[in-house]
């Protein structure tokens, strides 16, 4: 014959504690599993997956504005020149029919949408995926580079104070105008490519989700996705 089991002490049996169960003083709230990632980690606007993305898409905005110093120098390079030429009193085109005008918004436009689609390759070549960040940066990063190309050009052309130019030449002597910019949505040229060449590379070659029952594709990008448990 055997003792019944008591708990020591007089105490009552402690309770299993479950992981969802309430907190003492709650409301009868309990977790919520969606709030977490599957590391564990917060999701959302607020994750860390999230501050990645914003990190690597200033990067790229960053990096993209930069390049747009390139831009500057090609264009100064090859837009053709406006000839001018002076007497004692004015300052005239050489040219009256010529187009050396719009062939430097239309040079500044072709090596503008060049650069805005190598911008969206070489981001897709590294990061082997789309989404809205990187989309942003682009445009961001586009605009900017083309503001800068369009200063750089202009600064390394001819200087923009003609009169005094033809003052140094002197008379009947050919000189080059400013190079400027005529056409200011020129400048909308490179971020619309980039964009454009984004979401084009995405839908093209970007990852797709599997169907139910087919393996995942590989994610190029360095992250790996995590399935969902079965059941």
């Known amino acids: 014959m055997t003792a019944p089991l008591t708990p020591r002490d007089n105490q009552p049996p402690e ?7 309430t907190p003492a003083g709650g409301h009868g709230a309990t977790a919520d599993p969606g709030a977490y990632g599957p590391d564990g980690d917060h999701g959302g606007l607020g994750g860390p997956e999230f501050a990645r993305e914003l990190r690597e898409a200033a990067l790229i905005a960053l990096v993209v504005a930069v390049s747009g110093v390139l831009l500057g120098v090609l264009w100064a390079w090859l837009a053709p020149k406006v000839p001018l030429i002076a007497d004692a009193r004015n300052v005239y085109l050489k040219n009256t029919e010529g187009e050396e005008a719009i062939g430097a918004d239309g040079t500044f436009v072709l ?7 190598v911008s969206a390759a070489v ?3 590294v ?5 809205i960040p990187l989309v942003v940066a682009l445009v961001v990063g586009g605009l900017l580079g083309a ?6 050009g202009m600064w390394l052309g001819p200087g923009p ?3 005094a130019h033809a003052k140094q030449v002197g008379p009947g002597v050919t ?3 400013p190079l400027r910019l005529q056409a200011k949505g020129a400048l909308l040229a490179w971020p619309i490519a980039a964009m454009l060449g984004q979401l084009l590379l995405t839908g093209l070659f970007g990852p797709r989700d599997p169907e139910p029952g087919e393996p995942a594709e590989p994610d190029w990008s ?5 399935q969902p448990p079965a059941g």
């Open 111 to 117: 090596l503008s949408l060049a650069f805005g689609l």
């Open 127 to 131: 990061r082997r995926r789309g989404g």
């Open 175 to 177: 000189f080059y105008g």
């Open 222 to 226: 360095g992250h790996h996705r995590q």
């Open 147 to 152: 503001l800068a190309g369009w200063v750089m």
């Open 15 to 21: 309770e299993p504690h479950h992981p969802t169960a």
């Open 123 to 125: 981001v897709f070549l």
């Open 161 to 163: 104070d003609v009169a």
